[in-house]
């Protein structure tokens, strides 16, 4: 289960450490001697199923069609990708929707302009033999492990009684296997799989279901290089949507490809988070193209942050934190 460290901490430490090697210092955008652009896109998390269609995208060239020669950088427990694009230490970043309006709430200043997974994977696992079959019935286990000060743990207390529910950190598969009243967050993709393959009956929960529906893997930038270079921005962006629809249609290259570069990643748990994934990249809007966005949805999780505590009303332009311009078409 992902887990964070405080972002002043890991931005330190990446100060101390260097997150990145000195030959894959942050890329000017600028042509080389071939007129390739070299591009740098910072993920959020260790290269998973959530990040195919970027790998795709790579291994079956729709980025170098579009003249950038791009770097897939993994992420890690606690990487700040939000802060490293902010401060250049990545000219693109792979990140969620909820936490683009944190950061930039405290400071930092860039803008979604992709989303290629629409509704949220996050979710509550829950043993199926425990008779549970919606969130609104959550009250029932004895322990939820999730962590409580990320938003849609917050969302999930507003909206769900948890009184007698032991809430903790640190959630762990053994744990579930072993205690059919433990539940536990998760991804839809990824958790479950590894729960079902140890011999347990896990049942997924979607918190989208009440409600709370941030973007996910969505593609970020600084507003500057949004206003100053936006034929780059563009051409990512045209090139990562050929990538998903080529992930969803067969994932099995960039699978391969994930798989090499994060052996943990088995074949088989990948293929899963594929077809799980695949639902959860429609998009509701007719005819909109792959990875849409609408100001409607920004501003309903807008609301729902304020609601629940985890921004102050005027704390963020939401207007601000994502445009629809490169995802007008060709």
């Known amino acids: 289960m992902r887990r964070f460290l405080p972002a002043a901490l890991v931005v330190a430490l990446c100060v101390l450490t260097g997150c990145r090697s000195e030959e894959s210092s942050a890329p000017s955008g600028s042509p080389a001697a071939d007129g390739t652009i070299k591009v740098s896109l910072q993920l959020n998390w260790t290269p998973e199923a959530e990040h195919g269609g970027f790998y795709a995208a790579l291994v079956h060239g729709d980025y170098a069609d579009e003249g950038l020669d791009v770097e897939i950088l993994p992420g890690g427990p606690g990487i700040p990708v939000i802060k490293l694009v902010d401060l250049g230490n990545a000219m693109f970043g792979v990140t969620n929707a909820d936490d683009v309006l944190l950061q930039n709430a ?36 004895s322990t939820l492990a999730m962590n409580s000060s990320k938003p849609f ?4 207390k507003q909206k769900v009684d948890l009184s007698n529910v032991r809430i903790v950190d640190g959630a762990a598969i053994p744990k579930f296997v072993d205690d059919a009243t433990y539940a536990q967050q998760a991804y839809i993709f990824s958790e479950p799989f590894v729960a079902e393959k140890a011999g347990s009956d896990p049942r997924s929960l979607l918190v989208s279901d009440l409600g709370f529906n941030p973007y996910t893997s969505v593609l970020i930038a600084t507003s500057q290089t949004v206003r100053e270079n936006p034929e780059l921005v563009r051409k990512l ?11 969803l249609a067969d994932p099995s290259e960039a699978n391969a490809a994930i798989h090499a570069l994060n052996p943990a990643m088995e074949s088989d748990i990948l293929a899963y988070g594929a077809t799980a994934m695949k639902p959860l990249c429609a998009v509701a809007e007719p005819d909109a193209p792959l990875g849409h966005m609408t100001a409607e949805r920004w501003q309903t999780l807008h609301a ?9 009303p005027d704390a963020v332009a939401v207007e601000k934190a994502f445009t629809l311009e490169f995802l007008r078409g060709e």
């Not at 962006?237 to 992930?247: D, F, I």
């Not at 729902?304 to 102050?312: P, S």
């Open 304 to 312: 729902q942050m304020i609601q629940i505590e985890a921004l102050k």
């Open 106 to 141: 405290q400071g930092t200043d860039v803008v979604a302009v992709l989303a290629p997974i629409q509704t949220s994977p996050r979710c509550i696992m829950v043993h199926a033999s425990s008779g549970i079959e919606s969130l609104d019935q959550l009250g029932r286990v």
């Open 153 to 156: 743990a917050m969302f999930l």
């Open 237 to 247: 962006v045209r090139a990562s949507q050929r990538g998903w629809e080529k992930y």
